[in-house]
């Protein structure tokens, strides 16, 4: 079993940055794809942005130009830099590792427990 621990939300004015980091509780043999997702009060969880093994990535339209994914490949890592937040950011973010644990092992979808982030406007 793997667990995702988030770190890095807060609470912050409009136009502030936070880093959000995600790190996987064991090595994991294998993650094709890692990325952020966010769920607001009342809303569906939804995409903020994702990272694939070859390092190509995708982001909402709403964070593009904001917000920027890294991911370290030895550390089985996954950062989100959010800069420029708006008060709309205001979500808890849920970390996602897409992968096998161990080779042989089928593909999982892994979450993180989700860390608040509160912009205040």
């Known amino acids: 079993q793997v667990q995702l621990v988030e770190s890095g939300g807060g609470l912050v004015q409009a136009g502030g940055s936070l880093r959000l980091s995600c790190k996987a509780s064991?090595?994991?043999?294998?993650?094709?794809?890692m990325g952020w997702y966010r769920q607001a009060p009342g809303k569906e969880r939804e995409l903020v942005a994702v990272v694939l093994s070859g390092g190509i990535t995708n982001y909402a339209d709403s964070v593009k130009g904001r917000f920027t994914i890294s991911r370290d490949n030895v550390e089985n890592t996954v950062d989100l830099q959010m800069n420029s937040l708006k008060a709309e950011d205001t979500a808890v973010y849920y970390c996602?590792?897409?992968?096998?644990?161990?080779?042989?092992?089928?593909?999982?979808?892994?979450w993180g427990q989700g860390t608040q982030v509160t912009v205040s406007s």
């Open positions: 064991r090595t994991i043999f294998s993650i094709s794809v």
């Open positions: 996602n590792y897409k992968g096998r644990v161990r080779w042989g092992d089928p593909r999982g979808d892994y």
